[in-house]
């Protein structure tokens, strides 16, 4: 699974013809998710700028609702308020507020979280957009789709509790990733090691 809407954006195809294994991306899930919740055919799209460059979720939505209408918006700054855990006070309301007007105005009904940080502003998300906005999040479609794939395949472990044993290799600060990695979580990060990949 690529657990990057921009990764998926722009290396999916590639890596599907290099991988021996099947390659889930954010993007597919999330589109899909979104057609499924429309009612109007009018989806916001939400991202990092390299993901809404790529029209990636213009032409998966359109696999489903060639007669959606897609509005897109670039939020870089959601990725370091998220990184930061300002994910609820005046300086993420305000940004929400700033980058979410024009999609309020456009009258779109679904929102698609484009980027796997944006779910930790969903909150002010909602603030800014306002309760006739359904919120999509990636993240949670491909976890579903990627469930159901292992599950055809007779490879999901375990009860399907979550209970289990996570270990994260990471190859830069541990202690940034386990910092940030707690927020994503809900917890904190037991079983961490930096690694080398050059070796």
């Given at each position: 699974?690529?657990?990057?809407?921009t990764m998926?954006?722009?290396?999916?195809?590639?890596?599907?013809?290099?991988?021996?294994?099947?390659?889930?991306?954010?993007?597919?899930?999330?589109?899909?998710?979104?057609?499924?919740?429309?009612?109007?055919?009018?989806?916001?799209?939400?991202?990092?700028?390299?993901?809404?460059?790529?029209?990636?979720?213009?032409?998966?939505?359109?696999?489903?609702?060639?007669?959606?209408?897609?509005?897109?918006?670039?939020?870089?700054?959601?990725?370091?308020?998220?990184?930061?855990?300002?994910?609820?006070?005046?300086?993420?309301?305000?940004?929400?507020?700033?980058?979410?007007?024009?999609?309020?105005?456009?009258?779109?009904?679904?929102?698609?979280?484009?980027?796997?940080?944006?779910?930790?502003?969903?909150?002010?998300?909602?603030?800014?957009?306002?309760?006739?906005?359904?919120?999509?999040?990636?993240?949670?479609?491909?976890?579903?789709?990627?469930?159901?794939?292992?599950?055809?395949?007779?490879?999901?472990v375990?009860?399907?509790?979550?209970?289990?044993?996570?270990?994260?290799?990471?190859?830069?600060?541990?202690?940034?990733?386990?910092?940030?990695?707690?927020?994503?979580?809900?917890?904190?990060?037991?079983?961490?090691?930096?690694?080398?990949?050059?070796?």
């Amino acid at each position: 699974m690529i657990a990057c809407n921009t990764m998926s954006a722009v290396a999916l195809p590639k890596l599907r013809e290099e991988m021996e294994v099947p390659v889930v991306g954010v993007i597919g899930p999330g589109a899909e998710a979104a057609c499924k919740v429309t009612v109007r055919k009018s989806i916001g799209i939400i991202g990092t700028a390299a993901t809404i460059k790529s029209g990636a979720y213009t032409r998966a939505i359109a696999v489903h609702l060639p007669d959606a209408r897609v509005v897109e918006k670039t939020c870089p700054l959601f990725v370091p308020l998220a990184e930061e855990g300002w994910v609820d006070n005046e300086v993420a309301r305000a940004t929400a507020a700033l980058y979410l007007a024009d999609m309020k105005t456009a009258g779109i009904d679904t929102l698609v979280l484009g980027c796997t940080h944006y779910p930790l502003l969903e909150g002010v998300i909602r603030e800014a957009v306002g309760p006739g906005v359904a919120l999509v999040d990636s993240a949670r479609a491909t976890a579903t789709v990627v469930r159901e794939r292992l599950m055809e395949r007779g490879l999901l472990v375990g009860d399907g509790s979550g209970a289990g044993e996570d270990h994260f290799y990471v190859t830069d600060s541990s202690e940034r990733f386990r910092e940030v990695g707690s927020r994503f979580l809900g917890g904190p990060l037991r079983r961490l090691e930096q690694i080398d990949i050059l070796d």
